[in-house]
Each structure stands twice: as C-alpha cells, then as structure tokens.
C-alpha cells in the first residue's frame, strides 16, 4: 500500500530530516514507528499525509507517486487518511458530536447519514453517551478517544497516529491501543509513531526505528526477524 524508495527530506537547504528511507507497508498492516525525538517520525508521517513532498526519491501509496498528484487532487487524497495527534486538537467551543462530525460536513455529507455515521464512530470508541458533552467535559483519555473517532469516521484505509499516548498513563495507553488493533483487525492499515517502547513490545507488531533521520531496523517484535 505505501513504499519509499530512497527519500529524503531537507529543511532549508540544510537540515536533512530524512536519509535514503525505504520500505514498505502492505495493505491491512500494523506498525509502529519509533526513535528519538527529532529522529524524523513526524516528517515521515508528514510525507504520507502529502503536508510536506520528498526532496528526493519516490512516495508511492496505492501504487501512485503522490508528489505528482495535481493540487486539485490532495484534497481527496488526505480524505484516505485519518489522522490521530497527540494534542487531540478538537474544537472546544463544539461538542463531541460536532467534533466527529467536522470531516463529514466539509465533504457535503448528508446530515441524516453523517449522524449515523458519527454515532458509529462513537459507539466504537465507547462515548456514545457523551455525545453531547464538551471535550472540556471530557477526561484527557476519552478526548484522545473523540480524536480517534474523528480520524475513522470516513472508513479511511489508512490510519495514522502521532504519539497517541504521550499524555496518558499506561492503562489508557494501552486502551488506546487496543482500539487501534480492533480497526486493524477489520482491514485498516495503521501507522503509530510513538516513543513508548515499553507499550510497543507487549503489542508484537513490526516496528520501524529511525536514529537520526535514517531507518536503522525494521523487524517483527516478539520473533526477532527483521521484516
């Protein structure tokens, strides 16, 4: 589904976040990636989210080069992708509803299906009682929960999340998690940056370590072969 070959990524000319990346993501995959900070993690999800472009090599996903994908094009594109951050970055002037809601509404979908959808979405999470409520309402650990189902209320094929749990403790992390392998197990491919290598190894997913803005491994946790 997603391949780098041999990209890079520079900052003004002078700052190389990203060396000679290259793997592969098969479609209905979970990962994680990790490092330090400042290893690269977030320009890479960058790449695939089409927010930044290489400044080398090729991106594919689904077999298309999306640095060639016309302006008119990404948009579409970005509406494959859910997305998960660490901040949650909900509107809290709006309630939890409405926070799900929000990708449906750009995209013009009817509202009698956007509720259903939505209510889905919340039900998945477990706050479709809180539908009403504002995110301030709402414990750090149910809001990173809203985030999530924001993120798969369209069904995208692609999920990706940006330190997930770097403001929960271990029980709600790994809840998080838990819920990332029930979308996985229904065919969504999921990409987690995180720096919890703790979490990370309990889980037995492949796991892509990037040192300095370069991939230094990549193997499957818990069989000790690379992938």
Same mark, same amino acid.
């Not at 320009?43 to 594919?60: F, T």
């Not at 013009?108 to 009403?132: N, Q, T, W, Y």
């Not at 838990?178 to 065919?187: A, D, K, P, Q, Y």
């Given at each position: 589904?997603?391949?780098?070959? @041999?990209?890079?990524?520079?900052?003004?000319? $002078?700052?190389?976040?990203?060396?000679?990346?290259?793997?592969?993501?098969?479609?209905?995959?979970?990962?994680?990636?990790?490092?330090? %900070?400042?290893?690269?993690?977030? %320009?890479?999800? $960058?790449?695939?989210?089409?927010?930044?472009?290489?400044?080398?090599? $090729?991106?594919?996903?689904?077999? @298309?080069?999306?640095?060639?994908?016309?302006? %008119?094009?990404?948009?579409?594109?970005?509406?494959?992708?859910?997305?998960?951050? !660490?901040?949650? !970055?909900?509107?809290?002037?709006?309630?939890?509803?409405?926070?799900?809601?929000?990708?449906?509404?750009?995209?013009?979908?009817?509202?009698?299906?956007?509720?259903?959808?939505?209510?889905?979405?919340?039900?998945?999470?477990?706050?479709? @009682?809180?539908?009403?409520?504002?995110?301030?309402?709402?414990?750090?650990?149910?809001? !990173?929960?809203?985030?999530?189902?924001?993120?798969?209320?369209?069904?995208?094929?692609?999920?990706?999340?940006?330190?997930?749990?770097?403001?929960?403790?271990?029980?709600? %992390?790994?809840?998080?998690?838990?819920?990332?392998? &029930?979308?996985?197990?229904?065919?969504?491919?999921?990409?987690?940056?995180?720096?919890?290598?703790?979490?990370?190894? $309990?889980?037995? @997913?492949?796991?892509?370590?990037?040192?300095?803005?370069?991939?230094?491994?990549?193997?499957?946790?818990?069989?000790? &072969?690379?992938?």
């Amino acid at each position: 589904m997603i391949a780098f070959e @041999h990209v890079g990524k520079r900052y003004g000319g $002078r700052y190389e976040a990203l060396a000679d990346i290259n793997f592969r993501i098969t479609r209905g995959e979970m990962l994680f990636l990790t490092g330090h %900070s400042g290893a690269g993690k977030s %320009s890479l999800l $960058r790449l695939i989210m089409r927010l930044e472009r290489p400044s080398r090599g $090729r991106l594919l996903v689904a077999g @298309h080069d999306i640095d060639r994908l016309h302006a %008119s094009q990404i948009p579409y594109y970005r509406r494959q992708i859910g997305v998960v951050f !660490q901040d949650h !970055q909900l509107l809290f002037d709006r309630d939890v509803f409405a926070n799900v809601a929000l990708p449906l509404a750009i995209q013009g979908v009817e509202p009698h299906e956007s509720a259903r959808r939505v209510r889905a979405a919340l039900d998945k999470v477990g706050l479709l @009682h809180r539908e009403r409520a504002l995110p301030i309402e709402l414990s750090t650990g149910e809001q !990173q929960r809203v985030g999530i189902a924001r993120a798969v209320v369209n069904k995208p094929p692609l999920l990706l999340a940006d330190e997930p749990t770097g403001n929960l403790d271990p029980q709600l %992390s790994a809840d998080i998690m838990r819920l990332f392998e &029930e979308f996985n197990r229904i065919g969504t491919t999921v990409l987690v940056a995180s720096h919890d290598l703790a979490l990370i190894a $309990r889980l037995r @997913h492949r796991v892509l370590r990037l040192r300095e803005g370069r991939l230094v491994s990549d193997e499957q946790v818990g069989d000790g &072969e690379g992938a």
